[in-house]
């Protein structure tokens, strides 16, 4: 019997769920493989679960999302955080650090939104609450990545995570460089490799999506952004905060732990 897999969404934008899409030619020679057996975006033959293999993107912000994913993980082999969203809040968790009468302001009738009526306090990563087998960073993660870890899942072997910077990538692509050259406050020197660089590599600063890299040296950086690239404290702040400012690695810089 073929494994059943799950992709199942939380608090996030759908943009991981999309790249799972993006796999296309790859998603047929899968199907030969899993069972999709949930998966909203692809299909509306939706069974419930348990699932052997549950790619969980978004971050957890309401007590239905905890509910749903305590039992997705009782009924899993393998779960997987699909997403900076899942592994480390993204954008989502901003609103953490945001007095609520401030986010209000972002939507008319805020208030009214249900899954803000009853959301928690604190927007969280899976692994706040679930033990997480894997975890594919990146906002979102790039289809290969998704595809090696499927793969892995079905031969049962760990795929091979980039724990090295974006400026390894960068520099393997001749780039020049954003930071030393042009003064301009790129993330690179501290965020995990894993997109080949997209960003320099089109003329845009890294803006940190893959979380921070394994030992990376935030306050350096950060003191390198205000004086080489003449960033306020503030802007500092949400550069690291934008991402991944409740990892460990970047909680200082992006302001404190909450
Ligand atoms: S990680 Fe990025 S692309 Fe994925 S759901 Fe969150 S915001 Fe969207
Ligand atoms: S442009 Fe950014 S990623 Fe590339 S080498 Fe410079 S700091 Fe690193
Ligand atoms: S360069 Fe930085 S912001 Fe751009 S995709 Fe890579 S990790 Fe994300």
């Known amino acids: 019997m ?24 790859k998603l047929l020679d899968l199907t030969g493989a899993v069972e999709i057996a949930y998966f909203y975006m ?18 957890v912000s309401t007590p239905r999302e905890l509910r749903e994913l305590k039992e997705l993980r009782d009924g899993a082999k393998l779960l997987i955080a699909l997403g900076d969203c899942a592994c480390s809040g993204c954008l989502p968790s901003i ?3 945001v007095p609520p009468e401030e986010s209000a302001k972002v939507y008319e009738r805020f208030l009214e939104i249900h899954s803000r009526k009853e959301s928690f306090q604190r927007v969280s990563p899976l692994s706040a609450h679930v033990r997480v087998d894997l975890e594919l960073r990146g906002c979102p993660p790039n289809r290969d990545a998704i595809l090696e870890a499927l793969k892995g899942a079905l ?37 995990a490799a894993g997109c080949g660089a997209a960003c320099p590599s089109n003329g845009r600063v890294c803006e940190g ?50």
């Open 42 to 59: 692809a299909t509306s033959a939706n069974r419930h679960g348990p699932y052997d293999i549950v790619l969980v993107e978004g971050s």
């Open 155 to 191: 031969l049962g072997i760990r795929p091979f995570l980039r724990e090295h910077p974006v400026c390894v990538e960068c520099k393997l692509k001749e780039n020049a460089c954003l930071l030393v050259c042009e003064g301009r406050p790129c993330m690179g020197p501290v965020t």
């Open 95 to 97: 609103v953490n650090w």
């Open 209 to 258: 999506c893959y979380g921070p890299m394994s030992d990376a040296n935030a306050s350096s950086l950060a003191e390198i952004f205000a004086r080489r690239c003449g960033l306020s404290q503030e802007d500092i702040v949400r550069k690291f905060r934008k991402y991944a400012g409740l990892m460990p690695a970047f909680s200082k810089e992006a302001g404190g732990k909450i």
């Open 2 to 25: 073929k494994p059943k897999l799950a992709v199942v969404k939380m608090t996030g934008c759908a943009g991981c769920q999309m790249e799972v899409l993006r796999i296309e030619d």
